[in-house]
């Protein structure tokens, strides 16, 4: 049933968590925050349905990780949370965004909505190309919701919620900590927080990071590294709690993000281009990196934003508002040529400036909890707007200059048309939602209880193309004539509006104290949208799925095993889809390219566990084991293609991940903390239908952390180890027309070794 390399992974997996005696693997981040704190698992405390309450006792799949957690993993970026979660992806490409379940559209399309909300700090983030959250520093929790959410939070999210909690200021208290790591590849983490007491009634916390390391892919025509990057950023919290039934939270961020992560060829390509990097030293793969293009590649975001956060007590009822503004800013300058200008070029100019602005609204209102009734209600209002210029400027496959150096009078206009006096497009879009939300809970008798859901939302999106003339001198040197690539579209402007009622029911039932069973059935639903492909209109139709999932959370012997399971199920109608297609190139060709589209069904069902145990004071064994079947279940293209069968892109069948943690104290007071941890992925492709030339084959990363804390316990120091046995593997793959195969590769796919130390007071 499973090949040799998969038994292999998934036994390992296995033995790790739990050296052979528990049947199956877990989600380390149910139990490792703190191992050696006591003789007991920690209780692991969510917001999942928008009050504290234990894990244990949400009908509802969740995934949670610690700061600290998160810390002894080594990884520094929200996207790398797909390593320490089961049923958790990113897709690098096409838009980037999260998957969960194997489900998520990615779409350049800028009316598309995330089928997976990230929310930092109850702030949905859905800027168009941002994840809202750039290195992770002062990270109290992060708690993933498998499933449709829109219920309870304020976007609708067909696939579910990665919620983050940062760290909050704390009234009375004087601390710092900061970090440093130094590793291989130049690579450095530093981060450090600041809690300041204001009084008896305020408190100011900042944090701030700065981390960087060297690429290993090399573009030889320059003698620069290819997937180079630098972040920096901070975060501002200001905290004013005036009397026991008033506070408010003013928060700040702003983060930068830089990398030189581009396409590399792999296969395909031309002989000629071959011929070409062969001689220049680079000899295309799937495990290189390297290029040998004239032009540097490189993206740049900036984020920053900010919120109010304000609740207050009504009696026995909690009023809880939260404002939210926010920019982002994205750069792209991604050139496709391979090889020097001077010897042959396809797209040698190809820049975007994206600039999304947003404003959000969210207030409700809950009842105390206890009682036969408890009832939460409330709005959300969100207006994201984003304005992109891009531009595509190339020969398609005639040298950019002469042997004169002489540049070519004239560039196809990929992003213009023909007979417009113009080089480049230039999107307008503006997403707007309302809603009103609510759930009841009956909490029937003291064991039985009957979870009600409801939303209501209206949606209304807009998109316009129009097509503007960019100076050419500053991006290509000198001024070219321009030729477009296809007629403009008949309708330039699209707006879709949309409402829709979703619901969740979930009947929970508590067995004993530490044991509960429950179900769930919700649907979820994502708006129309407006695409331009290729210079056409092609708008898309709304997406809706009806899920079912059912589970059992328990806690054995004393809090010292936590077991918890679940088996889920969506299916999807209408599942906003991207896939690849052929666009007029300019020169009487076609070009490969990617759009977006509704295949007819997607059915996406497996299992999901996790356990956690602590047999000894000190030690934690933990994590989690998914199995995912992501299908299309009616996908049939132009009349032309059937994808009706075929896997989810980024959908591995397994996914499982183990860790194991200890702390002892000596004595004299000198501690030791040792942490390894694993995360196994089956293999999967990234392109639809197309499982030949974008699979990625299965692969297992190590992770291990060694720290020593001295007897003031203000101080530790240690050395850390990612990717442990250098394990490679790729992100991504894409037919680029001429070009021919090419890939993505990720600053994971490496070993990297290094020191750090933490100091705290």
Avoid: C
């Amino acid at each position: 049933m499973f090949g040799y390399k998969t038994k292999r992974s998934l036994f390992l997996l296995s033995t790790m968590l739990v050296g052979g005696a528990l049947p199956l693997g877990a989600g380390f981040a149910q139990a490792q925050e703190s191992a050696g704190s006591g003789e007991t698992l920690p209780e692991i405390v969510v917001t999942a349905e928008r009050r504290s309450e234990s894990s244990q006792k949400v009908p509802l799949a969740i995934q949670s990780i610690s700061g600290d957690t998160l810390a002894k993993t080594g990884y520094t970026s929200v996207t790398d949370l797909q390593y320490t979660m089961p049923g958790v992806q990113y897709d690098p490409t096409q838009g980037a965004a999260f998957q969960i379940r194997g489900v998520g559209s990615t779409s350049f399309d800028f009316s598309n909505a995330k089928s997976v909300s990230v929310v930092v700090d109850d702030v949905v983030m859905d800027g168009q190309r941002a994840n809202g959250l750039t290195g992770l520093v002062d990270i109290e929790r992060v708690d993933v919701l498998m499933g449709p959410q829109g219920t309870l939070f304020g976007k609708n999210a067909t696939s579910g919620v990665i919620a983050v909690t940062t760290g909050k200021p704390k009234i009375g208290d004087l601390s710092v900590r900061a970090s440093a790591s130094f590793g291989e590849h130049d690579e450095r983490i530093l981060n450090g927080t600041v809690n300041i007491p204001l009084g008896q009634i305020a408190a100011l916390r900042v944090s701030g990071f700065d981390q960087a390391f060297d690429g290993f892919g090399r573009n030889v025509t320059l003698n620069r590294l290819v997937g180079s990057q630098h972040e920096y950023g901070g975060r501002a919290k200001l905290y004013l709690e005036p009397s026991d039934s008033f506070n408010l939270m003013l928060s700040g961020d702003y983060a930068y993000h830089w990398d030189s992560s581009v396409r590399t060829p792999v296969s395909g390509q031309p002989a000629d281009v071959t011929a070409i990097l062969n001689a220049l030293g680079v000899y295309p793969g799937p495990e290189s990196a390297d290029t040998a293009d004239s032009s540097f590649g490189e993206i740049t975001t900036e984020e920053w934003g900010t919120s109010l956060r304000i609740n207050a007590k009504l009696g026995d009822l909690d009023l809880t508002s939260i404002s939210a503004y926010r920019r982002t800013r994205y750069d792209n300058a991604t050139p496709a040529n391979l090889t020097p200008a001077d010897q042959f070029a396809y797209i040698p100019f190809n820049n975007g400036y994206l600039d999304t602005e947003k404003f959000s609204q969210e207030i409700h209102l809950a009842s105390p909890t206890g009682g036969f009734v408890e009832w939460l209600v409330g709005g959300f209002y969100n207006d994201l707007k984003a304005r992109q210029t891009q531009l595509q400027w190339g020969t398609l496959g005639a040298p950019l200059y002469d042997a004169n150096g002489v540049p070519r009078s004239t560039l196809y206009a990929l992003t213009g048309a023909i007979g417009v006096d113009a080089n480049a497009s230039l999107f307008n879009a503006q997403n707007e939602t309302m809603a009103a939300f609510g759930q009841l809970k009956f909490n029937v008798t003291p064991r039985l209880s009957l979870t009600l859901g409801g939303r209501y939302t209206h949606d209304n999106n807009s998109q316009s193309l129009d097509f503007i003339t960019v100076d050419p001198l500053p991006i290509a040197g000198y001024t070219p004539t321009f030729v477009g690539s296809s007629a403009a579209p008949a309708i330039d402007f699209g707006r879709a509006k949309g409402d829709n009622f979703s619901y969740r029911v979930a009947p929970q039932f508590q067995v004993s104290d530490n044991v509960m069973l429950y179900a769930s059935y919700s649907t979820g639903y994502k708006p129309a949208g407006i695409a331009f492909v290729g210079n056409k209109y092609a708008p898309y139709k709304d997406e809706t799925v009806k899920a079912l999932e059912a589970g059992i959370k328990s806690e054995w012997f004393g809090r010292r095993l936590r077991l918890n399971l679940d088996i889920f199920r969506s299916d999807f109608k209408d599942f906003q889809a991207t896939i690849l297609t052929k666009i007029p190139d300019g020169a009487g060709g076609l070009l490969d390219a990617t759009v977006i589209g509704n295949a007819g069904g997607l059915r996406t069902q497996g299992v999901e566990g996790n356990v956690a145990v602590q047999p000894l004071r000190g030690l934690t064994l933990s994590g989690a084991l998914t199995y995912t079947d992501a299908k299309f279940t009616d996908y049939v293209y132009n009349s032309t293609t059937d994808y009706t069968g075929s896997r989810l892109t980024n959908s591995p069948e397994w996914a499982g991940t183990a860790a194991i943690d200890y702390e002892t104290e000596f004595g004299s007071g000198f501690g030791v903390r040792a942490h390894a941890d694993y995360a196994y992925r089956s293999e999967y492709w990234t392109v639809v239908g197309q499982p030949d030339y974008s699979n990625v084959p299965s692969y297992g990363l190590v992770n291990g952390r060694l720290t020593f804390s001295l007897p003031s316990k203000t101080v530790e120091f240690g050395v850390y180890a990612r990717n442990l046995f250098d394990k490679y593997f790729s992100t991504g793959w894409q037919q680029y027309g001429a070009l021919g195969l090419l890939h993505y590769t990720s600053p994971n796919a490496r070993r990297t070794v290094g020191g750090f130390v933490n100091v705290r007071f």
